[in-house]
């Protein structure tokens, strides 16, 4: 997929839009994708970065990073995206001037967004507004009970597979692996450290199963309880896997949540309670 971070850098031709931030790209964003997949010509999706909410100063914990929203959009069929960074000026812009400046500067005609898009200076700007400067804009129907609002409810609840039914894919926790204390290797389970980017919701703490690099891994959320931790780590044993990852980044799947994190008597104990995780993580289904 050809990623544009300025209007100039796509040739001006008869485009059709899907337009929003498309955070986690979930079944409601999909359905706005989709159907502009299936409008043409050159369905282009134009999306945000960072988050608006985050630009304007409130606080959002996003549920991808844009590296991963940007690999989603390209596993659904979408070949060029505009990614326009969102500062307080363009947060400042009226909405006919942003729509001349990023809509009929990469030659949009048809344009599609959930119906409570909203766009420019107050947010000001809608479905109806775009339609009245002369594009064929069209609202997309709502996929019931679909909201990044509710998937970060059931991820903070730790209900990673009540998240994947309305992403329409598993759940994720992304990082950069970083050097850690080098426990798990000591123990006979070596794994990956990873350090989330700071705006990225992590699920609640416990053990999960799940995957990453095609590979089953068994993922522990928390604070190391049994080392008297207190700094929050994401930990990945992959399972069968060899390879040093130091320094890469790495999107794990979270499949189901197996229990809560704890102390433990000795380390005997801690040892044979990571083998029953590791033998649920071999059994786990991978929600759908």
């Known amino acids: 997929m050809r990623v544009a971070r300025s209007p100039n850098e796509l040739e001006r031709i008869e485009r059709t839009v899907a337009i929003g931030t498309f955070d986690g790209v979930h079944l409601g964003h999909r359905a706005v994708i989709e159907a502009a997949l299936a409008a043409g010509p050159r369905p282009t999706v134009v ?11 409130y606080g959002v914990e996003t549920i ?10 390209a596993e659904l069929g979408v070949e060029e995206a505009l990614v326009v960074e969102f500062t307080l000026d363009v947060a400042k812009l009226e909405a006919e001037q942003f729509a001349h400046d990023v809509l009929e500067a990469i030659g949009t005609r048809i344009v599609l967004a959930g119906g409570t898009f909203r766009f420019g200076r107050g947010r000001r700007g809608d479905l109806d507004l775009l339609r009245s400067v002369g594009f064929d804009a ?25 998240a994947a039914s309305l992403l329409g894919r598993p759940a994720e926790v992304e990082g950069t692996v ?5 426990r798990g290797g000591t123990l006979g389970f070596p794994t990956a450290n990873l350090a989330p980017p700071p705006e990225l919701l992590v699920p609640a703490f416990g053990i999960y199963a799940g995957s990453a690099l095609g590979q089953r891994a068994a993922i522990s959320i928390g604070t190391n309880p049994h080392y008297g931790g207190e700094e929050r780590r994401i930990e990945a044993f992959l ?8 320094g890469s980044r790495l999107a794990v799947e979270l499949w189901a949540r197996l229990r809560d994190e704890r102390a433990f008597e000795d380390e005997r104990q801690l040892i044979d309670q990571i083998a029953r995780d ?11």
Do not use: C, M, N
């Not at 991808?64 to 959009?73: K, N, W, Y």
């Not at 590791?278 to 759908?288: F, G, L």
């Open 138 to 162: 069209r609202a997309v129907p709502f996929v019931e009970g679909v909201s990044s609002t509710e998937i970060r409810r059931r991820l903070k609840a730790g209900d990673v597979v009540g």
């Open 239 to 246: 399972l069968d896997f060899e390879g040093d990852l130091y």
């Open 178 to 182: 970083v050097a850690g204390d080098a």
């Open 64 to 73: 991808s990073t844009l590296d991963r929203r940007l690999e989603l959009l």
């Open 47 to 57: 999306t945000f970065d960072p988050h608006p909410r985050l630009a304007l100063g």
């Open 278 to 288: 590791v033998a649920e993580t071999r059994a786990a289904v991978r929600p759908v």
